[in-house]
């Protein structure tokens, strides 16, 4: 046999050990969960996750995944331990394998809070994908059994494999592991085709002048400022509040009775971040230019913004010289007119407003330094900046002063933490003579939480007066499922007009608006809802259906029934756009818009012409509300008809 001919038949023998190798190569651990299931659950045992043996995990910081999910919807990723399964909301980008490093911690503690309640629980994976860390019990993590997935309502029997598993000491960079793009040149899911997407700009650019040649604004019948024709009451000038044969209304300044109904305070190009950063170098089809960042963002001016493809996106529809926004902005208005939205627009003097005060005041664990020497002064001078402007116009309906304080429920924690707490801050030196004082109980710790932060609304409430008597407060939009503790609901009642909630299940539980309403008899806004779905790649939001028209249904049933409420005078979506594939700084990535990030209107605003007709009656106890529940209904983890108002 020559040389050559061994040489070919040693390389055919190692093409034929490769090909079975690759063959017999077991494949990744997975799960297919079934739609018929309500509640589906599957556990991958250490064995299959390459950790035979090693059930103490006390000794590592964090668990590094190679995971693909079919779907985007969410779903418990959890630690089976001896002293329970510990699971944490996840999602990843669907049908991509990507790698998460996940801190144990979030298995171990709750999370300390920050400065709301999506500060305080949302945690960012660079990216591919994020977790929501607020439900789910803690503990140590000894005697692991295995790592569970679990769906709520789980839709297109989802596939979840892991074809890498480890824990380790140090982080590692989340990242994407897929060869081809994840975002195409338009912002949208790369991977699959849906109704509504956009295959090249030519395609967009007729479905962008169908929408501008059908659009009519069609408006519903109503006052200057969106009020109700119906009735008429006394005009002063500025929104007010009145109660009227046992049912609150707002009234607008021309006196007509106005119900608040806002698509979420549009802005022009939000949603569709889209970020350069390490381990996402291979996500993205095309970059948005530059100009699409803007250099400051936020209250402070001073938040960086990422790159948006749906300001991209606006730019090809209306150009890129100065006057786009102002285009963008006109059409805008014509929508809200044909859905039958009446609060927050782009454009001055078209809608009522409403106003949010994002004070300056950092915040401690959740709470505020009132005994800070400085901290009157400086809050002061935050909401004289925020409220001169804006204290002679009519359109704003009023102010929010605060939105989900984080700290409610575990304020006994939150002492501890300030006492723990090596930086010396006033509030720590007061809380210390507080107990010494009044003795170290769980009471005497909520009390103290309960009197600083009186202190805070009393100090905010009064700086808001000083320099603006014309227009409401709002209240505090709280974020927890249960009724706020008595003391909380006699500070709102002290220095607000109207008790605000933000809520995310089927419709506002009538109980808990009930048990405010017998507490402090004042009218009530939601300050946050939505509802989203699953086939635009991003995760479904806080409530999820079934599919596009079925958002539609959703928001027709929460607004009327909520409405069908006698306190309840005004609701407000969240948000205008959807979050993007990429999420925003904090990870959330929902398909939650009223637009997509190509600037097309999705089904759910039909649901919501259709809730705008009926809304005068349903409040006025004329109406029933509409009874048609949406499909594929899934709510945090738990029963969208529960008690919470979660």
Not at 209 to 230: C, I, M, V, W
Not at 333 to 338: G, L, P, S, Y
Request: with cysteine; net charge negative; charged share 20%.
């Amino acid at each position: 046999m020559t040389h050559a001919t061994f040489s070919g038949f040693r390389l055919l023998f190692l093409s034929l050990a490769f090909a079975l190798a690759a063959c017999t190569q077991p494949a990744p651990p997975s799960h297919t969960f079934d739609s018929a299931q309500s509640i589906d659950y599957h556990e991958f045992t250490l064995a299959e996750l390459g950790l035979k043996g090693v059930d103490n995990w006390e000794d590592y910081d964090y668990m590094v995944l190679e995971i693909r999910s079919s779907t985007a919807q969410r779903f418990l990723l959890g630690i089976h331990t001896d002293n329970g399964i510990h699971e944490k909301r996840t999602h990843v980008l669907p049908k991509a394998w990507v790698r998460l490093c996940i801190p144990l911690e979030y298995y171990r503690e709750k999370p300390k809070p920050a400065g709301d309640l999506a500060a305080t629980v949302n945690k960012p994976q660079n990216g591919v994908g994020f977790q929501h860390i607020e439900g789910g019990t803690v503990g140590p993590l000894t005697g692991v059994q295995g790592v569970g997935i679990r769906y709520y309502t789980p839709l297109d029997n989802p596939t979840v494999e892991i074809r890498s598993f480890k824990l380790t000491h140090e982080p590692e960079t989340p990242t994407y592991l897929e060869d081809k793009p994840f975002v195409d040149e338009f912002g949208q899911w790369a991977f699959e085709d849906f109704e509504g997407k956009a295959h090249n700009l030519e395609e967009l650019q007729q479905i962008w002048a169908a929408e501008e040649a059908t659009l009519q604004a069609n408006a519903l019948p109503r006052s200057k400022y969106g009020g109700f024709l119906d009735k008429r009451v006394k005009a002063t000038g500025y929104f007010r509040v009145q109660k009227i044969d046992g049912r609150w209304w707002f009234v607008d300044p021309d006196g007509y009775l106005f119900l608040s109904i806002s698509g979420g305070g549009p802005t022009a190009g939000g949603g569709g971040e889209a970020s350069k950063a390490s381990g996402l170098e291979g996500m993205f089809a095309a970059f948005p230019p530059e100009i699409t960042a803007p250099t400051g963002f936020g209250p402070a001016g001073n938040q960086p913004r990422m790159i948006s493809f749906g300001e991209w996106n606006l730019h090809r529809r209306f150009g890129f010289d100065d006057g786009w926004r102002d285009k963008w902005a006109d059409l805008t208005v014509k929508r809200m007119q044909a859905w039958g939205l009446n609060t927050g627009s782009p454009k001055p003097n078209s809608f009522p407003y409403l106003g949010h005060l994002r004070t300056r005041i950092e915040t401690i664990y959740g709470i505020q330094d009132v005994y800070a020497p400085n901290y009157a002064a400086e809050l002061e001078a935050s909401v004289k900046a925020q409220v001169s402007a804006s204290a002679r116009d009519p359109y704003l309906i009023g102010y929010f002063l605060q939105n989900e304080p984080s700290w409610l429920e575990t304020e006994p924690r939150v002492c501890q933490l300030l006492l723990d707490d090596e930086t010396d801050r006033p509030i720590k030196h007061v809380l210390q003579a507080y107990l010494a004082k009044n003795g170290d109980t769980d009471e005497t710790r909520t009390r103290f939480i309960h009197e600083t932060f009186r202190k805070h609304i009393a100090t905010l409430a009064g700086a808001v007066r000083k320099y603006d008597r014309n227009h409401l407060l709002l209240g505090i939009r709280f974020g927890h499922s249960n009724v706020p503790h008595p003391e909380i609901l006699k500070i709102v009642k002290d220095y607000s007009d109207v008790f605000a909630f933000n809520t995310y299940r089927l419709a506002p539980n009538r109980e808990y608006l009930d048990a405010v309403s017998a507490a402090v008899d004042m009218p009530m806004i939601d300050g946050e809802f939505h509802f989203g779905t699953i086939d635009r790649g991003m995760a479904p939001g806080l409530v999820q259906v079934g599919n596009q028209e079925e958002r539609a249904t959703a928001f027709r049933y929460f607004a009327e029934n909520g409405f069908s409420h006698p306190a309840l005078v005004g609701i407000a979506w969240f948000q205008y756009t959807d979050q993007g594939l990429m999420g925003r700084l904090d990870g959330e990535r929902y398909n939650i818009g009223l637009v997509d990030v190509t600037d097309q209107p999705y089904a759910i605003t039909k649901g919501i012409r259709a809730a705008s007709e009926n809304l005068y009656k349903v409040h006025a106890g004329l109406q029933a509300p509409f009874s048609t529940r949406p499909a594929g209904l899934q709510g945090n983890e738990d029963d969208l008809t529960s008690k919470s108002n979660q």
